[in-house]
């Protein structure tokens, strides 16, 4: 029997005009590994909360036709006893946790729901995901990829047999989001739990998923095995999914006849292994490194920085130990490290927010501690990582005015027009930040940072929870940026954000700084990559596993260099 | 199925307002905590700094579960949280912040309508602070012994509380809650409901007219409070407490001394064993 | 005065600091003799020497209870900027009633009842440092409900302290917003310290615009995540209320720690019957 069930389901919020999901059929087998993939507002989460009942138990709206899980109607069940099938993990999980210690947010819902042995049951669920011998810390005592894994294991604990996850990976660096996926992975194979991803990250489906399940205006547009799924590079390309790199570089080299038509393409670097033996190698010529740039002039240097913070307990906790850099005049930054390296602590120091505990920080040749926020403002500008908080007014025209027009800078009503032109935004300059979505919020936070033209701007993970197709939109945001602005630091995740933009690449492990070039010298050494846990993008690695010497950051540069290897042996 | 859904929705919608508003005003109140009382000559300005939030969310969600969320946040975060819990007394601030906030709510039939927001978020502030300032002046009276008796303080008292309450209404009942309420409510409304999955309130989704039976609950209420304040803060005349152990005090303090003494002693032995048997 | 209070505000508080004082306070200390002690016997001995101080007016008797619940601050372990609160606290309760009454015309007549008022307010407050500082607040949340507190309370406490990092992080972005894009006006002269502090507190105001919409989102994905844990469902159920006390349980340290509390009551009447 399916687990899930959904019979011509169509669903309409309050006060919305038009249906999100619209007669949706579809049947879920026990022990899949499901991604739903489809565009930003397809009903993806809509139909997540309708399978685990919150639609329509707590939310209300017009609900049409069936949903049986375990051939259990969730008109009909409680929200307790559907609760108990399946298991739901937010995207902005960390509000779903509301108790202050790790074991006791895992058992409260069994506490609540009257089960006995509800710390047995907590400790069982934190152990399958993971977070073993963390059973009495505090919650802001864990990284992220600890909260969503506690968040996880909060729902497994009422023992589902399904499990529903919302982007689980959007905030993670790859480390964390191999052990989520393996976590899940584990679960999934070994604790037979059905699971439902919500996600865009395809080189993860390939490597984890069985099934793909695309939406598309709020139907289900096809059910396929993720091989199959993924080979359908223009269906999910029309709806802004972006398949793997490999798949995509083997598609292309099948457009020019260099792969067999028609058939599956690989979707994994493995796969492509396999897929690309055919194809000659390449006469690789590394090209000569580009004359070495005289440095401009120094817009900030760090000069011996070492930062501590409180702990609630026991010792303070060392972030940097005598950190040195310098940045110059026109250069283009990647600021890169994994989660809880110090990228977003290095951005508080420059911005004065947080004061180092020993050396020097010199903005414009002059030390951070004399000047005054107001002077510092001028010379910098921070874009955060979550957009929300840039808004502080009611309207993304206001909010990019604000700063010059509270400096009286001359024109400035002709200058935000101009921005709000730039970053395509003229149309919705009369609305909320909060409620755009993702994409523009994230142009708008950029025109908001440059609005000053400051000298240095700088961005903490411009491309995070994003889609791949608005994270393709930023990046040529942020590439068409580099007209205007002198220099930028972008702290990331995101490899193929740091390959395509940055001149620079920074690397910042344990404290200080450990590697410091362009993206060949950084990627290109093998041995620093694999210490501070930072991956290149998948074409990366595949042109490297095909080929040793291939340095490739991009499909179309892969496309270019195998395919020309063709005609060379031609 | 679909009233008792209906009824399921609205409830889960009451959590989302008490939860919101208790964490913000909460948070707010934290802040206010720590901002040292603000003294110009006689005068103190201690008003609730950040009463607009809870009246904000009062006038576009359901009053009574803002009103009691913003009343919880303020014993919760400041009060508990850093240790300023007062005891009974907090039950005075507890309901006089719960009737004001609610007033407000109640009255805003349309958050469209500025005027009325604007008389809404006065009379709310007002309520609040003229139940506190009677409360102020009755726990004066009995805390301290021979009220009328001690010269000045009677006149002191009314002077400075009667002064304060208006200019708490006047100053800052004005510019941090009728100002900055006239300021949130019509930038917030329709913006802020659907993301808790709401309708915007309108004249015909309000609760209607304040009804008598509200105004005899807030009076309630309010009576409750005094007697709360009372009961914490005054001489407590039923138990008389000092004229009973003057009498017999030694006595009565050395056999509570070898009560105590037999009782620490008869622990410790237990515990002594206790401890034993568990390494055993 | 002015200048302290603008200041106060944005400029030399630190967000950071008064986080960490507070989650400090509430869980950095749980290892105390305090903290350990169980709720419902502390809850009891909170209600004596909370309630008790008011209705006594013998200086010798309010001296000991003083003395006692000093001890048991110190032995809480209790953060600077509580302390620091709960003078404050004290002198804007009975500090400022002694000035008035001074220039109304008062004498030595109207001082000394005032001074016993303070004695009174102080041990009072330190009775309710010790408790709700002291006690973590899960226990404290429990032994609450133990007497009969609603549920929706106990749950408040915990999940206030859960927020509260996440809401102070927010908080403090917004107006980072402010502060790096803001144009605060000088504030070297008097009339421009005025500006300032209007600056700042309109700041402060405008700031929760934005704070009000983010949070609002957030209270809807905890509320759907309480409906799905049955936060409902238990807060009706008997056996659940049940199932979360009985993790708590009187141990003899808490019936000696009650005994010497007890000990040192009747000692202090002791003496003050016989001075």
């Known amino acids: 029997m399916a687990s899930i069930k959904i019979e011509n389901l169509s669903y309409t919020y309050p006060g919305a005009d038009r249906p999100v999901l619209d007669h949706v059929d579809l049947e879920i087998m026990p022990g899949d590994f499901l991604a739903i993939v489809g565009n930003n507002g397809c009903g993806k989460s809509t139909l997540c909360k309708v399978l685990n009942g919150l639609i329509p138990h707590f939310i209300s709206g017009d609900f049409q036709g069936r949903v049986l899980i375990d051939g259990q109607d969730t008109r009909q069940a409680d929200v307790g006893v559907l609760a108990r099938k399946v298991g739901y993990v937010y995207q902005d999980f960390e509000n779903q946790i509301v108790r202050p210690t790790v074991l006791d947010d895992a058992s409260y819902a069994c506490l609540n729901y009257g089960m006995a042995d509800y710390q047995a049951r907590g400790r069982q669920a934190l152990a399958q995901c993971g977070l073993q011998n963390r059973e009495n810390e505090y919650i802001w005592q864990l990284s992220g990829g600890q909260t969503h894994l506690l968040a996880l294991a909060g729902a497994v604990a009422l023992g589902p047999d399904i499990l529903i996850l919302d982007e689980p990976i959007a905030q993670l660096d790859p480390g964390h989001a191999d052990r989520i996926y393996g976590v899940l992975r584990e679960l999934n194979e070994k604790y037979n739990k059905t699971i439902l991803v919500i996600e865009h990250h395809t080189e993860y489906i390939a490597d984890y998923c069985k099934h793909v399940l695309l939406l598309r205006d709020g139907r289900a547009a096809w059910y396929l095995p993720v091989r199959q799924a993924l080979s359908r590079v223009e269906e999910l390309q029309a709806s802004n999914i972006f398949p793997p790199q490999v798949t995509l570089a083997a598609h292309a080299l099948q457009a020019k006849g260099l792969l067999p038509a028609g058939g599956e393409l690989p979707t994994t670097i493995g796969e492509g292994q396999q897929a690309f033996r055919s194809i000659p190698r390449p006469e690789y010529h590394r090209p000569c490194p580009p004359p070495a740039r005289q440095p401009g002039q120094t817009v900030a240097e760090f000069q011996d920085v070492s930062v501590s913070y409180r702990s609630v307990k026991g010792e303070p906790h060392t972030v940097f130990h005598n950190l040195n850099l310098t940045l110059h005049k026109g250069e283009n930054i990647a600021l890169i490290g994994s989660n809880g390296a110090g990228k977003s602590t290095l951005m508080k120091l420059l911005v004065g927010l947080l004061r180092p505990t020993g050396g020097e920080i010199l903005l414009g040749g002059q030390s951070l501690k004399e000047q005054k926020p107001e002077q510092i403002a001028r010379k910098i500008s921070l874009v955060y990582q979550n957009p929300e908080e840039m808004f502080i007014k009611d309207s993304i025209r206001d909010d990019i005015a604000y700063a010059m027009q509270v400096r009286q800078v001359e024109n400035w009503q002709t200058r935000t027009e101009e921005l709000l032109a730039r970053f395509r935004l003229t149309d919705l300059a009369d609305r909320d930040g909060r409620l755009l979505s993702g994409g523009q919020m994230r142009r708008a936070s950029l025109a908001i940072g440059i609005a000053l033209n400051p000298s240095l701007l700088l961005l903490d993970e411009p491309t995070a929870n994003l889609d791949i197709a608005t994270r393709k939109e930023i990046l040529r945001t942020l590439n068409d940026m580099k007209a205007v602005t002198e220099t930028v630091m972008i702290a990331t995740h995101d490899m193929q954000l740091v390959c395509e933009w940055a001149d620079r690449v920074v690397v910042l492990c344990g404290g200080s700084v450990v590697g410091d070039g362009t993206r060949d010298a950084v990627f290109g050494d093998r041995a620093l990559t694999e210490r501070v846990g930072i991956r290149p993008p998948e074409i990366f690695a595949m042109g490297r596993a095909v080929c040793e010497e291939a340095l490739c950051y991009t499909v179309p540069e892969f496309v270019q260099l195998f395919g020309e290897g063709k005609r060379n042996a031609e | ?280 | 005065m002015l200048n302290k209070l603008s200041e106060s505000i944005l400029d030399k508080f630190s967000m950071d600091f008064l986080r960490n004082q507070v989650l400090k306070n509430a869980y950095g200390n749980d290892d105390t003799l305090i903290a350990v002690r169980d709720p419902r016997v502390l809850l009891l001995w909170y209600l004596f020497f909370g309630l008790v101080p008011w209705f006594v007016n013998d200086i010798v008797f309010l001296l000991g209870c003083f003395v006692l619940v000093m001890i048991t601050t110190l032995l809480a372990r209790v953060a600077g900027l509580v302390l620091f609160l709960f003078a404050l606290g004290v002198f804007s309760q009975t500090g400022y009633l002694l000035i008035v009454t001074l220039l109304f015309g008062g004498d030595a007549s109207a001082i000394l009842p005032l001074l016993v008022l303070t004695l009174k307010v102080t041990t009072v407050s330190l009775a309710s440092v010790t408790v709700f500082s002291g006690l973590d607040p899960d226990r404290l949340s429990n032994g609450l409900m133990w007497y009969g507190c609603p549920e929706r309370l106990s749950f408040s406490i915990s999940y206030a302290y859960r927020m509260l990092p996440m809401l102070m992080e927010e908080f403090q972005n917004v107006l980072l917003s402010y502060r790096l894009r803001g144009n605060p006006p000088a504030h070297d002269s008097i009339p421009g310290k005025i500006r300032y502090l209007i600056y700042q507190v309109k700041v402060i105001v405008h700031s929760f615009y934005p704070l009000m919409l983010n949070t609002a989102k957030r209270s809807r994905t905890t509320v759907e995540a309480l409906e799905i844990k049955g936060y409902r469902y238990a807060a009706s159920s008997k056996e659940v209320r049940r199932m979360k006390l009985a993790s708590l349980k009187i141990s003899y340290d808490d019936l000696i720690f009650a005994a010497v509390s007890f000990l040192w009551v009747a000692v202090t009447m002791l003496l003050s019957s016989i001075l």
């Not at chain 2, 006689?42 to 009691?68: G, K, N, R, T």
């Not at chain 2, 809404?120 to 506190?132: P, S």
């Not at chain 2, 914490?232 to 303090?253: C, K, P």
């Open chain 2, 1 to 280: 199925m679909d009233a008792f859904q209906n009824k399921q929705v609205s409830q889960s919608q009451k959590l989302m307002v008490f939860v919101l508003t208790m964490s913000l005003y909460g948070l707010a109140t934290l802040f206010t905590e720590l901002i040292p009382k603000f003294q110009v000559g006689i005068v103190e300005f201690s008003v609730e700094y950040f009463l607009f939030i809870p009246l904000v969310l009062a006038m576009l969600f359901d009053p009574l579960s803002a009103a009691l969320g913003a009343a919880t946040g303020e014993l919760v975060f400041s009060e508990i949280m850093l240790g300023q819990f007062g005891g009974l007394g907090e039950l005075e601030k507890f309901l006089t912040v719960t009737i004001g906030v609610y007033i407000a709510g109640r009255l805003v039939r349309d958050p469209r309508n500025t005027k009325m927001v604007g008389v809404a978020a006065f009379v709310g502030t007002g309520a609040q602070l003229l139940m506190g300032t009677i409360v102020d002046i009755c726990k004066v009276q009995f805390a301290v012994e021979d009220f009328e008796a001690v010269a000045g303080l009677p006149e002191s008292v009314y002077a400075t509380e009667g002064f304060a309450f208006l200019n708490d209404l006047i100053f800052s009942g004005i510019l941090f809650c009728v100002l900055p309420t006239l300021f949130l409510v019509p930038r917030l409304y329709g913006k802020i409901e659907p993301l808790l999955g709401m309708n915007p309130r309108t004249k015909e989704t309000s609760l209607g007219l304040f009804s008598a039976k509200t105004a005899a609950g807030c009076a309630v209420a309010f009576l409750c409070a005094v007697c709360a304040e009372m009961l914490a803060s005054s001489g407590f005349e039923l138990i008389d407490w000092e004229a009973s152990w003057a009498e017999s005090g030694t006595a009565m303090a050395v056999g509570m001394i070898v009560a105590a003494v037999v009782a620490l002693a008869v622990l410790m032995v237990m515990r002594g064993k206790a401890q034993t048997a568990k390494v055993k």
